[in-house]
C-alpha cells in the first residue's frame, strides 16, 4: 500500500498520514506545494486519491511563497498560490488556473432591511479613523424599528482566517479598528456575538450554508459601483471586492505528464474538502471549463 506524506511544519521531514508504507519501485512520485490554507480536509482528499491511483504523492502546504519557490526550482511538481499584490508576475511559461478563494464577509441578523454596502460605509463603521464614534443602522438606510438601533462591530482574527488581513488591505486606510469593535479568535464566537447584539455585524472568513439566522452584505468600493455578494460564480467573475484566489500553478510543458493529478483539483471530492477548509471553490461550470483546458493544452491543442 502506498504512502501519501508531508514535509512537517514543525520538522521539516516526512510525516506519514497512516495511508501505509513507501512503495518501492515507483517510476513517479507527484510532488506539490501550496499554501497553508490548505488544511486537514485536503489532506485527507489526497491520501485517498493516492490510494486510488496507487501512485506516491508529496505535499507540503506550508505556505504560497515557499511553494513558489520549490516551484521554480523543479523541487516540485505543481503549487497552489494564494493571490500576492507583492509577488513578481508569474513567468510565461507557468500555467495558472484559478482553483478557490479566500474572502472577508460582512454577516448581520437576516431581518435587518439593509442588504449592502460600500468601503466609504464600512470605514464610518469600523475604522478607528472614522469622523463617527457610533452610528446606528438608520444612518445606513434602515427604517422602521431598525431605524434607531445602534450598530454593535465584530471581526475575527487572524487567529481564525485571513478575512481580517482582506478587510484591512482593501476597506481600512490603516490598519486600525476602533476601539469599539469585538475581536474574536473563531468564527463561531463572533456569528454568535452577532446574534446576540440585535444591531451586530461582523467581519469574518467564511459563511455556513445552513446558517439561517444570518446573512452577508454585498459590498461594492464605491456608492456609485454595483454590489456584489460573495457567491462562487461572483468570485469567479472577479466581481466580488473583498478576496484573493487560490491558483493551480504548473509549468506548461510538464501538463500533459501530470494531468490525471492536475484535472483531479477540480473534481468533486476536492470541491468538498475545499469548502471544508472554509476555502470557496470555482463554480462547476468553471471547474468543468479547466478541466476541458488542462486536456486541451496536454493534446498540444
Excluded at 87 to 100: C, K, S, Y
Excluded at 116 to 129: K, T, V, Y
Excluded at 159 to 173: N, R
Excluded at 204 to 214: C, G, I, Q
Aim: glycine share 8%; hydrophobic share 50%; aromatic share 8%.
Amino acid at each position: 500500500m502506498l504512502a501519501l506524506r508531508r514535509w512537517n511544519v514543525l520538522g521539516g521531514v516526512w510525516a506519514a498520514l497512516g495511508v501505509g508504507q513507501w512503495a518501492m519501485g515507483q517510476d513517479a512520485v507527484w510532488k506539490i506545494a501550496g499554501s497553508e490554507l490548505l488544511g486537514e480536509p485536503v489532506q485527507k482528499a489526497l491520501a485517498i486519491r493516492a490510494q486510488e491511483t496507487g501512485q506516491e504523492v508529496r505535499f507540503d502546504f506550508r505556505g504560497s511563497r515557499p511553494a513558489r519557490d520549490r516551484l521554480a526550482a523543479g523541487v516540485v511538481d505543481a503549487a497552489i498560490l494564494i493571490d500576492d499584490p507583492t509577488a513578481a508576475p508569474m513567468p510565461d511559461e507557468w500555467l495558472v488556473l484559478p482553483l478557490a478563494f479566500v474572502s472577508a464577509k460582512l454577516v448581520v441578523e437576516r431581518n435587518l432591511p439593509v442588504e449592502q454596502l460600500s468601503f466609504e460605509d464600512l470605514n464610518r463603521i469600523f475604522s478607528a479613523h472614522s469622523s463617527v464614534a457610533t452610528l446606528r443602522w438608520g444612518d445606513l438606510g434602515a427604517t422602521d424599528r431598525w431605524e434607531g438601533v445602534p450598530i454593535t462591530t465584530h471581526v475575527v482574527t487572524t487567529a481564525g482566517g485571513l478575512g481580517y488581513e482582506i478587510f484591512v488591505h482593501h476597506v481600512l486606510p490603516s490598519p486600525e479598528f476602533k476601539g469599539s469593535v469585538q475581536r474574536h479568535t473563531d468564527l463561531a464566537a463572533a456569528m454568535s456575538a452577532v446574534l446576540d447584539d440585535e444591531g451586530g455585524v461582523a467581519v469574518v472568513p467564511w459563511f455556513p450554508s445552513d446558517e439561517s439566522r444570518l446573512k452577508t452584505l454585498l459590498i461594492a468600493p464605491t456608492a456609485a459601483e454595483v454590489a456584489f455578494g460573495p457567491s462562487a460564480e461572483n468570485l469567479a467573475a472577479g466581481d466580488y471586492p473583498l478576496a484573493l484566489s487560490l491558483r493551480l500553478v504548473v509549468p506548461r510543458a510538464a501538463v500533459a505528464g501530470h494531468l490525471a493529478w492536475l484535472q483531479y483539483w477540480f473534481r468533486d471530492e476536492v470541491t468538498t474538502a475545499l469548502r471544508a477548509a472554509q476555502l470557496t471553490p470555482l463554480p462547476r461550470t468553471a471547474r468543468n471549463q479547466q478541466v476541458f483546458n488542462l486536456e486541451a493544452i496536454a493534446s498540444g491543442n
